[in-house]
């Protein structure tokens, strides 16, 4: 076994995982949009481009050191809820479980020694620090509106004026970023 290999293989499984994510959250999104929820829609299928945009730094980075990469499939979506608390908290089980396969990375990357593969990983650490605490505030939100979605709303709109659209350390996506 090449001294890399787990971490490669831990990365082009995560290659999956985020693709199945952007579907997930677009899946998600169409379902928020159904029920005339602009910004909560919004705020999904911009993740889903943010997810996709993940899997592609990441076949840029194999790519970038020779390792062969695979486009996978993705794992089953869910497009059934009861709920906007059900969507996010499905949102932010997913973000928990990213950050599980994040840190595993980060453990093979630096048990092989492949120090490029730990500065790349640490970029993808830091990210899920920001997404896991931003899904534990939304849902905190749609928790204390309970039945009036449109506090939701207003919530992600006040917030959409501080938002930061760009973030210049993300590592080089395959096909440029969205």
Known sequence: MAKTEKFAELLQTQI???FTAAQQYIALAVW???RDLPRLAKRFYRQAIEERNHALAMVRYLLDRDHPVAIPGTGDVRNDFSSVH????LALAQERAVTTDIEAMAKAARA???YLGEQFVGWFLKEQVEE???MTTLLTVVERAGDNLFEVENHLYRESATEV???PDMPPVAGGKL
């Not at 059900?86 to 908290?89: A, G, P, R, W, Y």
Request: net charge negative; hydrophobic share 30%.
């Open 112 to 114: 092989e020694e492949d």
């Open 32 to 34: 928020l949009d159904a």
């Open 86 to 89: 059900e969507v996010i908290e």
């Open 16 to 18: 999956s995982h985020e």
């Open 165 to 167: 659209e760009d973030t």
């Open 132 to 134: 896991v605490a931003q």
